[in-house]
């Protein structure tokens, strides 16, 4: 018998037991927006204190749960990221680009791709992301795997220094990101 159909006998027992199963299958999504918010709040928190005044952090939840980092000076649309395009957090990704007119950004794009692709690992490019890649570690935040692990903060380390890495590798490209 696999553990859902143990919590399905369990629920199914008797009418209070029931209840308390449909109440908390009710409150999982509000209760998954809370596990992203505060993970993704407090990896910005570290960032910023890692990277110091000159960049910023936000997080947004409305697409997707999505941390966005930049330096103060950039344009609003330059950015590196971790996010997923799926609010449930399934395929998390880490990603550097500026999302705006692509032909205006084309050569940029192409030394920031292959500054990362050669400091952090092979990536892959969008409409408007000039790198991106999956996550090797807890790429699913839709699993109870990983709802786990980014509720506690054993596994910021592994998040910050990945966005520290990608930070840094934008930093050294020779040109400023144009808006």
């Known amino acids: 018998m696999t553990e859902a159909d143990l919590i399905v006998e369990h629920a199914l027992a008797n009418r209070e037991n029931l209840a308390i199963a449909i109440k908390v299958g009710l409150a999982l999504p509000f209760l998954k927006q809370k596990i992203f918010a505060d993970f993704l709040n407090r990896l910005a928190a570290e960032v910023e204190k890692t990277l110091g005044s000159e960049w910023s952090a936000s997080v947004d939840l409305e697409k997707g749960p999505c941390l966005y980092i930049r330096k103060r000076h950039w344009p609003a649309v330059a950015l590196v990221g971790l996010g997923s395009d799926y609010a449930s957090g399934k395929d998390t990704y880490f990603s550097a680009g500026r999302f705006?007119?692509?032909?205006?950004?084309?050569?940029?794009?192409?030394?920031?791709?292959?500054?990362?692709?050669?400091?952090?690992?092979?990536?892959?490019?969008?409409?408007?992301?000039?790198w991106y890649k999956y996550t090797s570690r807890y790429r699913?935040?839709?699993?109870?795997?990983?709802?786990?692990?980014?509720?506690?903060?054993?596994?910021?380390?592994?998040?910050?220094?990945?966005?520290?890495?990608?930070?840094?590798?934008?930093?050294?490209?020779d040109s400023p990101p144009p808006g």
């Open 100 to 130: 705006t007119d692509v032909a205006k950004n084309a050569l940029f794009d192409q030394e920031l791709k292959a500054k990362l692709d050669e400091q952090i690992g092979k990536g892959n490019t969008s409409a408007g992301c000039a």
């Open 140 to 173: 699913h935040w839709d699993s109870e795997e990983g709802l786990l692990a980014i509720s506690g903060t054993e596994t910021t380390e592994y998040w910050k220094a990945h966005l520290i890495q990608i930070c840094h590798t934008l930093d050294s490209v």
